[in-house]
């Protein structure tokens, strides 16, 4: 069985500050994982992914994150905070052993970027 | 312009009543699926397709139903059965290269929220 915990339901910074969004993930098999981003009453947006090539992940307006076998960790990071990063984030992970394809979320991470 | 749309954005339900959401891709992807969203919550899967004419339920099928009849669009019904469909439903596709093949990443469409009177 595969799932995702997020460590913080909401993070606040001031714009400019580092972000970052701890992510930790249990799969029996080497796992796909995932940042999307959530702007209120919007689908989701990818903001990066990880399939076991380079262990660090650049993904979409400045973020990235470290896959971590050790300590089966995921953070999202990014060096400076904007405005338009307020937003929800999901952690999410796939294992390709089964047929089904589906992802498991995170209960997300609410973002606040203070002015 | 390639995308996923969902319609209608709201909907509003009697308490009894059938209805039913609009899923509908142009990015040529083999493999659908629907979620729902609660509020605080992650995303919980309701039905998947990853071929026309076939679907699986996922983890909370009770009271949904989808159709697959054609490779660009997945319906779901939510039926009088579903004892709170009050949530944020969410479309999603993606390529699918089979059992044991990498994760192909799930596009995502806009969202319909749903609203039970």
């Known amino acids: 069985a595969q799932s995702v915990t997020q460590l913080d339901s909401h993070v606040s910074v001031s714009e400019g500050t580092p972000v970052l969004l701890r992510c930790n993930y249990s799969?029996?098999?080497?796992?796909?994982l995932f940042w999307y981003v959530q702007h209120p009453n919007k689908g989701l947006q990818l903001l990066l992914k990880?399939?076991?090539?380079?262990?660090l992940v650049k993904g979409i307006n400045g973020f990235e994150a470290e896959f971590k076998k050790s300590e089966t960790s995921f953070h999202l990071t990014k060096p400076s905070a904007h405005m338009s990063d307020a937003a929800e984030y999901f952690c999410?992970?796939?294992?390709?052993?089964?047929?089904?394809?589906?992802?498991?979320f995170g209960s997300g991470t609410r973002l606040q970027v203070q002015p | 312009d390639g995308g996923i749309t969902q319609s209608p954005k709201y909907l509003f339900r009697k308490e009894g009543q059938n209805v039913t959401l609009s899923c509908e891709q142009n990015l040529n992807h083999d493999a659908m699926y629907w979620y729902r969203q609660d509020p605080g919550q992650g995303l919980r899967l309701i039905y998947y397709s990853q071929i026309v004419n076939d679907f699986q339920k996922g983890d909370i099928a009770e009271g949904y139903s989808v159709s697959r009849e054609k490779k660009e669009s997945f319906p779901l019904t939510v039926t009088s059965a579903q004892k709170n469909p009050t949530a944020f439903y969410l479309c999603a596709s993606s390529t699918f290269r089979g059992v044991g093949g990498p994760t192909d990443t799930q596009y995502f469409g806009p969202g319909t929220r749903l609203t039970v009177l």
């Open positions: 799969s029996s098999y080497s796992p796909s």
């Open positions: 999410v992970v796939s294992n390709t052993d089964t047929g089904r394809r589906a992802l498991t």
């Open positions: 990880y399939t076991s090539a380079a262990t």
